[in-house]
């Protein structure tokens, strides 16, 4: 029996990417299936917007008060009418064939919940695209999120992920974070005995974020998310989250043992490491541009989840603050 599928899509703000997102289903080999909007707070009316596409897609949409992308989700999927919920950022594009794949997968990989890449889209502009390299490159993530030889236990992300919605409501779909929402859920499915897996033929296109400001401060984030995520789900703590930490005080270390001790041992593996990404960049893009900036975005990502993991380490495990007291923001409010 074919998979039945339905799209949902939280929201804010994000008017021309979900125009480019919506354009690009427009095109699917296969056509059935729905699309849940869910408006979450958004301060301009997307109304407009997907007005265009009355008539071409089966979209249904919602407004609601801003949550967040988790509970949002959960909004939509409660007013989803199929087998499968597929979860997409606002700021992705797919290719014409991402149904038709997500279903021929389904029916070939056994799972619960799957989970596909994300790249860079040959319109995106350099700066996206090395933001694009540096969150999916060896030398940062493992390679994790882009790459199915890279993971053995593969976590989906809310970019591009699917769910049975029995099993999203057996666990009771996203939790109160508003980030790391994603990783949360996968753990807590395989703590329910369910299972993931990583599709290689649906990967999207991710926008991120298009300058490095706004970059440092998501993955900032992303590095005080993942503490909390250790305390939620301890089974599954791995060394490697620690890494970017490690990175960023071995660099101070750098500066120490050069400015005190007059010399760069330490400097000289970082200087390695720069090289390294900067040749590996430019096979992967093929651009010495791109893969001059994503030096860059490398730097920033490391050094920025670095910070976040340790001054949430060191708020959760030093001071004994609950992450809802050390970080408010990252926590939905009942």
Not at 169 to 192: A, C, H, Q, Y
Not at 271 to 297: D, E, P, Q, R, W
Request: with cysteine; hydrophobic share 45%; proline share 3%.
């Amino acid at each position: 029996m074919n998979p039945t599928i339905s799209i949902v899509v939280a929201i804010f703000n994000r008017r021309d990417e979900l125009f480019e997102l919506l354009n690009s289903l427009t095109f699917q080999t296969d056509k059935a299936f729905e699309i849940i909007i869910v408006d979450d707070g958004s301060l301009i009316d997307l109304k407009p917007t997907i007005g265009n596409f009355d008539g071409i897609l089966d979209i249904k949409y919602f407004r609601k008060d801003n949550s967040g992308p988790g509970l949002s989700r959960n909004y939509g999927s409660k007013r989803a009418s199929n087998e499968w919920l597929v979860f997409v950022d606002s700021d992705v594009i797919v290719e014409k064939d991402y149904i038709e794949n997500i279903k021929k997968s389904i029916l070939t990989v056994p799972c619960d919940a799957f989970g596909g890449a994300d790249k860079a889209h040959r319109g995106f502009n350099l700066m996206q695209k090395a933001i694009s390299y540096s969150m999916t490159s060896v030398f940062t993530t493992g390679g994790v999120r882009g790459n199915k030889k890279a993971v053995s236990k593969f976590q989906p992300r809310s970019f591009n992920m699917g769910v049975k919605k029995e099993v999203f409501e057996k666990v009771g779909g996203f939790s109160e974070m508003r980030i790391g929402e994603d990783p949360d859920l996968s753990m807590t499915l395989w703590e329910n005995g369910f299972t993931t897996a990583f599709f290689d033929t649906i990967a999207v296109y991710h926008k991120r974020r298009v300058d490095f400001g706004k970059f440092s401060k998501q993955v900032f984030q992303f590095g005080c998310a993942r503490p909390i995520l250790n305390q939620r789900h301890p089974k599954y703590v791995k060394i490697s989250f620690a890494f970017p930490t490690l990175f960023l005080l071995g660099y101070v270390l750098g500066f120490i043992e050069y400015f005190i001790l007059g010399r760069g041992v330490i400097l000289a593996f970082y200087g390695l490491y720069t090289f390294m990404v900067l040749i590996h960049a430019m096979i992967v893009t093929k651009n010495i541009a791109i893969a001059g900036m994503a030096v860059i975005s490398t730097y920033i990502q490391m050094f920025s989840y670095g910070y976040g993991f340790l001054k949430s380490w060191i708020l959760l495990n030093v001071f004994r603050m609950k992450p809802e007291n050390a970080f408010p923001k990252h926590f939905h409010r009942f």
